[in-house]
């Protein structure tokens, strides 16, 4: 009876009352440091540069279409960010599914960031007051510091001289009046997040940083790991469509015969294979996509595991290679890589 109980508990916590049909619907969920659920596996909208390196215009409704399609394909984790000025589509899509009774607010996690012209303690809570009203919200779930370095204004320079230690106090602050459920940073390097590990009471429940093949983290995830910190990766293809790798950036691409081979293995696409081996390294892969297909194909990784001989495979692409190393930041102070 005891197991019986603990069996329907974990089902209840794990798959919520998604129907089992739907692949999208069984991922798992991590409980963080400070108690709260994250699901294990995430959205981006961030809609990324094009291919001159500028900003893709974020007008129109591309992303609120996006968001809709996630949460309809069993998407439940989130990730936006007030640089990517898509707030205000992300809220609209939310809001929708919620009263259409699609979905409810607790069943939802979401995640947005403090930009680098608002590190200032006391500027902290009024920014994520001001993301919240424009996502129409009134919590999230996550809210990270996106950068370690801090600018005067949103532009690139200058730079403003404030400790991460200083903004960390105001994200602290934001926790405590309720406004972020939980707290966490972006783009720390190791040196930076075991300075604001030693520095507060306060830990951060979540790293965010860029996680593929190329970038596997491995001593960020160990720290991570050892502390209790969940690793969101982000840009989880790294260089893996040919459209959107630079062309230094090293192998492989989705058309890799040895990709391929294990893609068929498993009678899934690499893209899924991707996903799922940044999952079963513990990391919470937040693709991104505007196209509903890719959507539903991206979260459908939860009805297949890889063996030792396909990780080894997929270990081995490791370079340390970055897609975003955000170069034209490398002389302010506290620049991570
Ligand atoms: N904290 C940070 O500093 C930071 C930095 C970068 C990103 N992020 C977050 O991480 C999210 C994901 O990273 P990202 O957007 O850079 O890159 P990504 O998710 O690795 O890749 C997105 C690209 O892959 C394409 N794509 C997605 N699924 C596909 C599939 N199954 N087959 C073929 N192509 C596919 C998308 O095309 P379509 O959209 O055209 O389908 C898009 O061009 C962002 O949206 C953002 O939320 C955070
Ligand atoms: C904000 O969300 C509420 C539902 O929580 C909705 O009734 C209201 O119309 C929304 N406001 C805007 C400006 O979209
Ligand atoms: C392979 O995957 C496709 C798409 O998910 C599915 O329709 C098909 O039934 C699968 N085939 C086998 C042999 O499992
Ligand atoms: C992290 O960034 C800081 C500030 O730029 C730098 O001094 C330090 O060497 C970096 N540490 C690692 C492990 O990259």
Known sequence: ????????????????????????????????????????????TWLGLDKYQLPVPVDGEAVQLAVLAAIDAGYRHIDTASIYDDEDQVGRAVNQKIADGAVKREDMFITTKLWNDRHASAAVVAALQESLQRLNLTYVDLFLIHWPFA??????????????????????????????????????????LRRLWDSHELKPAVLQVETNLNQQQPELRQFCHSRGVQVVGYTPFGSLFPDRAAPDAPPPRADDPQLLAIADRHNKTVPQVVLRYLFELG????????????????RDIFDFSLDEFDRQQLRSYHTGHRVVDLKIFSDA???PF
């Open 283 to 298: 990391v919470t892969p937040i693709p991104k996509s505007v196209t509903k297909s890719r959507i539903e194909q991206n």
């Open 151 to 192: 600018t005067e204004t949103k532009n690139i320079r200058p730079y403003a001289d404030i400790d991460y230690l200083e903004t960390w106090r105001g994200m602290v602050e934001a926790k405590r009046l309720g406004l972020a459920s939980s707290i966490g940073v972006c783009n720390f390097n190791l040196t930076q």
């Open 1 to 44: 009876m005891f197991i019986f109980i603990n069996f329907v508990l974990l089902f209840v916590v794990v798959y919520g009352d998604c129907p089992q049909s739907v692949p999208a619907c069984s991922a798992p969920v991590a409980r963080l440091n400070d108690g709260h659920l994250m699901p294990r596996f995430g959205f981006g």
């Open 333 to 335: 102070n506290h620049y």
